[in-house]
């Protein structure tokens, strides 16, 4: 056929042009398409700018935090509108019944703010009463401390994430409250389409509900405010909240004080009153956020940030300690060896979570010793590369479940950049919402303990220990990193193996994220509980060869979907270009201008 000879000199010099999966073994009948550069797991590049950048697990979120941007909001201006979006969008993991915490790199004064926006428990309930109240509802296995319910209204502590916004906006804002919510406001009353892996979560959230409906004692509200028809809505399908749009009108009209001492505290109050809760608006307008100054170790030349306790940020800092010890790079990514040094840290740094992260005004957190390098050496020590350890315990002798939850980043054009985390706790929180308000009210404390002389124990005006963590890292003085990883005790363990897979295996901030990733489940929880040696958790993307090297070392090892949480992060390089990334087992986006 003529022109055919020209065709296939064309087709031979294409072929030989595209590189075959760049020096790693070609898979075929897997299903995906082929990438020309970078790792071939990767789903994405990352998504570069010069002027602004933000990640979320929305995109119309992330759209909503460039607009922002654009009008001249400050990176703090486009993540609170991002977050109030969310709490619409993704009320299967956050909202303003729940909880905030975040860290913010200020270019002009050059250094880190940490901000605790977490909630204390209701100064009305005691320790005794919630402890026969937990017996009642939720009777323990014999030997076993009582545990406080997901649901209902013992788990109901006082929701910071308001006080947290404005704290943010007061010391970074540039636009009017006004302003930044107006995004919010729209979509709840326009309304929105429920995103694929959203959608899949609301319709959990409701089995849940109806499984433990007889801890709710009232549940109409919600089924009105989020199952309309009595069902979760499908992807695809439009979504309102008018009730929630009124709310944030009031935020936008009266600030902070409508939440905590005006109409909306007096509705919580009315209502928590009408069901039998203890929350009440004495508690609500005694809350208060408070800046913290970041702790830090140093891995390799990177300085990694957390917030210290009552959140679980330190175990980041305690695993990469151990761990630096070790040459993670010869062992290789994905080896046995790099799964059973990992796994193993986890467990070590986990012990010290479960015994010692506190509220600090509570309990005096052995922080210095905990971060130390001789601490780090002494219980690398333990570690045995032909085998599991034994039952561990703590390293030190002083007294003493899954969370769903959104992570945001945001920088700006003049190099403000933002960590931001915030949560319900478990899926979308007690059950209870309060009537006309729009938004459900948190459950974050079942993560009490009700052990006596627990650091953790339950008390009246006590922050709970919390799971989400934002994460920060800079590098030779400078802001490199913003970054999280979203989903219960999953955050310590993700936040290391992003920041390993970066600095260690030399991935991009996107192949960081997509790469697959491991969960350790077991060992003593923060709850004076123990869930014995566990179980190391696989995604699919791992070697099965692997498996059985690691059952050999005596783990127990499950390949499992789902349960490795949620990624976004924003890298600032030496040119002052932001890199986005987005998590892929997520319906977010990474976007920038």
């Not at 109030?84 to 909202?95: I, N, Q, R």
């Not at 609301?202 to 709710?216: D, K, P, T």
């Not at 890298?571 to 002052?576: K, T």
Request: net charge negative; with cysteine.
């Amino acid at each position: 056929m003529k022109g055919t000879g020209n065709v296939s000199i064309w087709l031979i010099l294409l072929l030989m042009w595209i590189p075959l999966s760049h020096g790693r073994a070609q898979v075929f009948g897997h299903g995906g398409g082929d990438r020309l550069v970078g790792a071939p797991f990767a789903t994405r590049s990352p998504v570069l700018a010069r002027h602004g950048m933000a990640a979320t697990s929305q995109p119309l979120a992330t759209q909503v935090a460039l607009d922002i941007l654009k009008k001249g909001g400050s990176a703090v201006d486009a993540a609170i509108a991002a977050n109030a979006v969310l709490g619409l969008m993704e009320p299967t993991g956050c909202g303003i019944g729940g909880d905030l915490f975040a860290i913010v790199w200020d270019p002009e004064t050059r250094r880190l703010y940490g901000l605790n926006a977490s909630g204390r428990s209701p100064q009305g309930l005691s320790f005794e009463t919630m402890v026969a109240e937990a017996r009642r509802l939720q009777p323990p296995e014999p030997g076993e401390p009582p545990t406080i319910p997901l649901w209902g209204v013992l788990p109901v502590t006082v929701p910071g994430a308001v006080d947290g916004w404005f704290e943010l906006h007061a010391r970074f804002g540039r636009l009017p409250m006004r302003e930044v919510l107006a995004p919010a406001i729209r979509y709840a009353r326009e309304g929105f389409p429920v995103s694929q892996v959203i959608a899949y979560y609301w319709a959990q959230n409701l089995e849940r509900f109806q499984e433990n409906r007889h801890l709710i004692p009232e549940f109409d509200n919600a089924l009105r405010t989020f199952f309309p028809g009595g069902r979760a809505p499908r992807e695809g399908e439009i979504f309102r909240n008018p009730d929630l749009a009124r709310t944030y009108e009031l935020l936008a009209e009266q600030g902070r004080e409508a939440f905590y001492r005006g109409v909306i505290a007096e509705t919580i109050d009315a209502y928590m009153r009408r069901i039998g809760g203890y929350l009440r608006k004495e508690d609500l307008a005694a809350h208060r956020s408070e800046w913290v100054e970041p702790v830090s170790v140093n891995y390799r030349g990177y300085d990694v940030y957390e917030l210290p306790p009552n959140g679980q940020g330190i175990a980041v800092l305690q695993m990469l300690n151990i761990l630096e010890g070790f040459d993670l790079k010869a062992m290789g990514w994905g080896s046995a060896d790099y799964l059973h040094v990992m796994a193993e840290a986890k467990r070590l740094a986990f012990e010290d979570r479960a015994r010692f992260y506190a509220d600090p005004d509570f309990y005096q957190i052995p922080l210095e010793r905990l971060l130390s390098r001789e601490y780090a050496a002494e219980r690398r020590r333990l570690i045995r590369m032909d085998t599991v350890m034994a039952e561990v315990g703590p390293g030190l002798d002083e007294p003493l479940p899954d969370g769903d939850t959104i992570y945001l980043t945001v920088a700006d054009s003049s190099g403000m950049m933002v960590s931001l985390i915030q949560s319900n706790y478990t899926g979308m929180g007690s059950g209870l919402v309060p009537d006309g308000l729009g938004f459900m009210l948190q459950d974050r404390g079942a993560l009490f303990a009700l052990v006596p002389g627990h650091p953790n124990a339950y008390a009246p005006g006590k922050r709970p220990f919390h799971t989400i963590i934002p994460g920060f890292v800079m590098k030779d003085g400078e802001p490199w990193l913003s970054f999280g990883v979203m989903g219960g005790d999953m955050q310590p363990q993700g936040h290391v193996q992003v920041l390993t897979n970066m600095i260690d295996f030399g991935m991009n901030v996107q192949e960081a994220g997509d790469a697959a990733r491991w969960r350790h489940i077991g060992g003593r929880t923060p709850l004076g509980t123990s869930e014995g040696a566990g179980v190391l958790l696989l995604e699919s993307g791992f070697d099965p060869a692997v498996v059985q090297e690691l059952e050999r070392r005596g783990h127990r090892v499950r390949f499992t979907r789902g349960a490795f949480g949620g990624y976004q992060a924003i890298l600032r390089d030496s040119l002052g270009v932001y890199h986005g990334a987005s998590e892929m087992r997520k319906d977010g986006q990474a976007a920038g201008y």
